[in-house]
């Protein structure tokens, strides 16, 4: 059983930056993979971006287009999410997830363990 919470959601300008955090905690919480989603009112949920458990393997949704990056501090039992020129179309309810087995994969049903979820706002 892995647990996550997520924190650095917020209201921020378009053009801003923000920093979400994914912290873990339950098995050797180092040795798995975490995908970023997001879900907007309306919206099916969507792949943001994907970190393997070292840390050397990274995907992006096509919608990215450099803005975002994932990392991760196994040490903290941590992966971040840093969003820089934020958009208003990237609103959203965002959550971090891991699956029980295997690597990160862009779909929201291969996850077994979720967050709660953060609310990040870009106003314009």
């Known amino acids: 059983q892995v647990h996550l919470v997520e924190s650095g959601g917020g209201l921020v300008q378009a053009g801003g930056s923000l920093r979400l955090s994914c912290a873990a905690s339950?098995?050797?919480?180092?040795?798995?993979?975490v995908g970023w989603f997001r879900q907007a009112p309306g919206k099916e949920r969507e792949f943001v971006a994907g970190?393997?458990?070292?840390?050397?393997?990274?995907a992006y949704g096509d919608f990215v287009k450099g803005r975002f990056t994932i990392s991760r501090d196994n040490a903290k039992n941590t992966v971040y999410l840093q969003m820089n020129s934020l958009k208003p179309e990237d609103t959203a309810v965002y959550y971090c997830?891991?699956?029980?087995?295997?690597?990160?994969?862009?779909?929201?049903?291969?996850?077994?363990?979720w967050g709660q979820g953060t609310q990040v706002t870009v106003s314009s």
């Open positions: 997830a891991a699956p029980a087995r295997g690597t990160y994969t862009s779909r929201a049903t291969d996850y077994d363990y």
């Open positions: 339950g098995r050797p919480s180092a040795r798995y993979s």
């Open positions: 970190i393997s458990w070292s840390g050397s393997n990274t």
